[in-house]
């Protein structure tokens, strides 16, 4: 009997391993290679730095953490965190990245503007890794709901629009 318990034992492990792989391959995303974006997001940051360079211009430089989901519930940013950077002229163009990881780790990046101290600008997505490799994009962004924060630290609710595309794959 022991014999025959230590075969059940063996099969009973040999099938949940089967069962685990197989989930883990249903977990990974799966991205269409074209589509649209469509995406509300919250933002939380702090300033970094702000340097005086003369008069009242001011060089800043701020971090973000964003968490994402996708309105029409395409993987592409779907349940994604985005760590963020800009640094900007107080008068001029502000200018930064943004480092987006999905659950699987899988990461792609994008560079944004705008004219410093308006809440709406442009974005380019690019330089993907895992099955984002080759993303290219193009997006509007906009802040939509200013949230209460402390003194040096903003939270908001944003809106990104546009499309993406990613080539070989």
Request: proline share 4%; glycine share 14%.
């Amino acid at each position: 009997m022991q014999g025959k318990t230590c075969l059940l034992s063996k099969k009973l492990v040999r099938a949940s391993t089967i069962v685990l792989f197989a989930a883990s391959a249903v977990s990974a995303q799966t991205i269409p290679k074209q589509g649209p974006i469509d995406v509300t997001f919250t933002a939380l940051g702090r300033d970094i730095s702000a340097i005086p360079a003369g008069g009242e211009d001011v060089v800043y430089l701020y971090e973000a953490t964003m968490a994402f989901t996708n309105n029409v519930k395409t993987p592409l940013m779907q349940n994604v965190i985005a760590r963020c950077v800009e640094s900007g002229f107080s008068g001029g163009e502000a200018n930064g990245f943004c480092v987006f990881t999905d659950k699987d780790g899988d990461k792609f990046v994008e560079t944004f503007s705008h004219k410093a101290g308006t809440i709406a600008g442009k974005a380019v997505l690019g330089s993907g890794t895992g099955k984002y490799k080759g993303i290219e994009g193009q997006l509007d962004w906009q802040q939509v709901q200013p949230l209460p924060a402390d003194k040096g630290t903003f939270n908001f609710v944003g809106k990104k629009t546009g499309s993406y595309r990613i080539a070989g794959g």
